[in-house]
C-alpha cells in the first residue's frame, strides 16, 4: 500500500533525526528558544488570524475539513469529533477504535497490540501508523474526503510522522481547567490505593508508589503535550478549547472557536422540518 510504504519511509527517517534530538536541559533549553522565537510573531493573535484563514462554513474546503483533536486527558474528544464529523459531513477516525477492532485473534497484529496492552505499553508506532494509512486508503477508496481524527497524535515524534501522511488543516486543543486536572490526578491516585486494599495490587506497590508512578505518569503526558503543542502553534495550526460546563455549553463554545454556529444551525433546521 502507497500510504504503508510512506509511512515506513517517514517513521525511519523520523527515528534517526529522534536519536540526534536533544534530551534533558538541552531538550528543554531547545523548548525554551522556540518558545520565545514564537512569541515574536505574536501567537497571542493567531487563533483568530488562522480562523479568518479558514473562514466561514460557506468558504470551507471543497475536499473536506482534515482536523485533529489533541488536548488533556478525560476530556471525551471522541465526543465532539463525532459531532464535528456529522456537521461537516466528513468521517470521524478514532485511533482507539481502530486499535480495538485488531483485537481479535485473527486479526495479524493481535499479538503485537496485546501484548503491549497486557504489559502496560503503549502500542508501537508501526502499528498505530500502519492502521492509520490503511484506513485512510480505504476510505479514499470509498470516495471520502477529510476527517476529524482523534487519539492521535499524542507526542511529537507522532506529529512529525502524521505530516508525512496527510495534510493537517487545524488541531483543535481541548483544555480543562487547572482544577479538574488536579481531581483527575487525585482520582487516579485514589483508585491506585484502592486497588492495593481489595487485593488487586501487588503487595509491593505500595499507596506511596501508585501516587508517586500517578504524578510521574501526569508529570511524562504534560510535558508530551507541551511539546506537541508547541510544534503545532509553530504551524500556526493550533487552537485552544477550554472547556468548561456541562457538554451541551462546551459544544455551543466549541461551535464559537470555530465559527460554525451558522452550519450548526442549518443542521438543526434541516432536521425539524425533515
Known amino acids: 500500500m502507497a500510504g504503508l510504504t510512506l509511512f515506513r519511509a517517514a517513521a525511519s527517517q523520523l527515528r534517526n533525526a529522534a536519536r540526534s534530538r536533544p534530551y534533558g536541559s538541552a ?34 474546503p471543497r475536499r473536506g475539513v482534515q482536523w485533529v483533536l489533541i488536548g488533556d486527558p478525560g476530556i471525551k474528544k471522541h465526543v ?14 478514532s485511533m482507539g477504535s481502530l486499535v480495538r477492532q485488531e483485537l481479535n485473534p485473527r486479526s495479524s497484529l493481535y499479538k503485537q497490540i ?20 490503511k484506513r485512510l486508503e480505504e476510505g479514499y477508496c470509498r470516495g471520502e474526503s477529510g476527517f476529524i481524527l482523534d487519539g492521535i497524535p499524542r507526542t511529537r515524534i507522532q506529529a512529525e510522522i502524521l505530516d508525512q501522511i496527510v495534510d493537517v488543516d487545524l488541531v483543535v486543543n481541548f483544555k480543562d481547567t487547572e ?5 483527575k490526578n ?6 491506585s490505593s484502592c486497588q492495593e486494599l481489595l487485593g488487586m495490587g501487588s503487595a509491593r506497590f505500595s499507596s506511596t ?13 504534560a510535558e ?12 500556526r495550526k493550533l487552537v485552544d478549547f477550554q472547556v468548561a460546563g456541562a457538554p451541551g455549553e462546551t459544544w455551543q463554545g466549541l461551535l464559537a472557536v470555530l ?10 433546521s434541516q432536521k425539524l422540518t425533515a
Open 27 to 60: 531538550s528543554a533549553a531547545q523548548l525554551s528558544y522556540d518558545y520565545y522565537e514564537e512569541e515574536e510573531y505574536g501567537l497571542h493573535d493567531e487563533a483568530s488570524q488562522l480562523m479568518a484563514r479558514i473562514g466561514t462554513a460557506e468558504s470551507l
Open 80 to 93: 465532539y469529533a463525532e459531532k464535528l464529523s456529522n456537521l461537516l459531513e466528513v468521517p470521524h477516525i
Open 114 to 133: 496485546a501484548n503491549a496492552i497486557n504489559e502496560g505499553r503503549l502500542v508501537p508506532e508501526e502499528v498505530i501508523f500502519a492502521l492509520l494509512s
Open 179 to 183: 482544577e479538574q486536572l488536579v481531581k
Open 186 to 191: 487525585l482520582k487516579g491516585d485514589a483508585f
Open 209 to 221: 508508589d501508585a501516587a508517586s508512578a500517578g504524578n510521574e505518569k501526569f508529570s511524562i503526558q
Open 224 to 235: 508530551q503535550g507541551k511539546q506537541l503543542e508547541d510544534y503545532y502553534r509553530k504551524q
Open 259 to 268: 465559527h460554525l454556529q451558522h452550519m450548526n444551525a442549518v443542521s438543526s
